[in-house]
């Protein structure tokens, strides 16, 4: 019987069409594709027994062992929950790692319940060989770089910009110290992949925040990097206390309604308390001793105080964070930068304006000027 396939199109992922990944669940969270839902052919202990079936008997023998191991009740089970989706998401489109044996016997079993569904020619492979296609075309796309001192609000402009490919949201982090997210961080796959589904809405000029290479566990894909390494650049300049205000809705306001959100009042709490605790903990090196555990009396006693209603407290250890650790590492990389040129420097409305013209000329640019 001829099973349907369908090409690795990444335009399956831009009409955000739900996918049935069936590989096994340690597969998934190493990395799946956007819009997948995990509903596998075979758990991992299952899995793990018919790799090393196929290892020292050869593929039939893994074939038998996974079909004994793998049915009655389990895979009616398995079917049962194919269905439940395909009747919500009926174009649903089935994959495994590279469109093989596992994503046919998913569809040899739904047709024989008589339901009909495609398989993605060369799986997982081939869609994540697209995806990181698409990443190493866009570092040849014009790139704009926008810096600026931590708190300048720089992913708030990245975001006000249909162009903008947020990066740190693609990490689920913040880029900084204090930025990590109270839920999982995405696998570097994840990460590639997000990043890979954003860029296929975005075929012109882009704007990125200016990051290290790497933004929490992820890391920014080589050849996109090296493209904002030579990119132009913006740099956000706003007073102290704008910025002090900024961190202080980052690290403090939207962390706790996370926190609260996903855990309740009394535990968001304490794991909000623990993250920041943690995260200054971790300056040690940079900070020294003695102003680590001046940091660390004023942050406890700022939560001590909001606990009491007054949540600026939090201003006596974010304003020093600030001016001894964030400023002087920034004017840091300056320094060792100096060839870096800046297309515009100015406050965060005159960099967001200034963001928008060049998108614009780099999207019609000039007769004569390249494009």
């Known amino acids: 019987m001829s099973l349907p396939l369908v090409e690795p199109d990444l335009g399956l992922l831009q009409e955000g069409r739900v996918l049935i990944d069936v590989r096994a669940p340690v597969e998934f969270a190493q990395g799946a594709l956007p819009g997948a839902v995990n509903l596998p052919l075979m758990d991992d202990e299952e899995r793990h027994r018919v790799g090393i079936e196929y290892k020292q008997r050869g593929q039939q023998a893994a074939i038998e062992l996974g079909e004994r191991l793998v049915r009655d009740g389990i895979?009616?089970?398995?079917?049962?929950?194919?269905?439940?989706?395909?009747?919500?998401?009926?174009?649903?489109?089935?994959?495994?790692?590279?469109?093989?044996?596992?994503?046919?016997?998913?569809?040899q079993w739904l047709m024989e319940?008589?339901?009909e569904r495609p398989r993605i020619r060369g799986g997982w492979k081939a869609m994540r060989q697209a995806l990181c296609e698409r990443i190493d075309a866009a570092a040849e796309q014009p790139l704009l770089v926008v810096g600026g001192l931590t708190g300048c609000a720089k992913t708030a402009l990245i975001r006000r910009l249909p162009n903008g490919l947020d990066l740190e949201g693609c990490a689920r982090h913040k880029g900084s110290a204090f930025g990590r997210h109270p839920l999982p961080a995405p696998s570097q796959i994840d990460f590639e992949h997000a990043m890979g589904r954003r860029l296929l809405d975005l075929p012109g000029p882009l704007v990125v925040e200016d990051e290290s290479r790497h933004i929490g566990a992820a890391n920014i894909p080589l050849t996109f990097w090296r493209a904002m390494e030579r990119a132009p650049r913006l740099r956000v300049e706003m007073p102290l206390d704008w910025r002090l205000a900024q961190i202080h809705k980052d690290y403090i306001d939207d962390l706790w309604e996370v926190h609260r959100a996903q855990f309740g009042d009394w535990l968001g709490w304490a794991l909000m308390r623990k993250q920041l605790a943690g995260s200054l903990a971790r300056l040690r090196k940079r900070l020294g001793s003695a102003r680590l555990a001046r940091l660390q009396r004023l942050q406890a006693l700022a939560f001590r105080e909001h606990e009491r209603g007054n949540r600026q407290a939090h201003e006596a250890w974010l304003a020093p964070l600030l001016t001894e650790y964030y400023d002087p590492m920034y004017r840091h990389q300056l320094e060792k930068h100096p060839e870096r040129r800046f297309l515009h420097v100015g406050d965060w409305e005159s960099c967001l304006a200034a963001a928008r013209a060049w998108s614009a000329e780099a999207m019609h640019p000039a007769p004569g000027q390249p494009a």
Do not use: M, T
Request: overall charge positive; proline content about 3%; some cysteine.
């Open 113 to 115: 319940a008589g339901l």
């Open 75 to 107: 895979k009616a089970a398995r079917v049962a929950a194919w269905r439940r989706l395909l009747e919500s998401h009926p174009d649903a489109v089935i994959y495994c790692f590279r469109g093989g044996l596992r994503s046919q016997v998913a569809q």
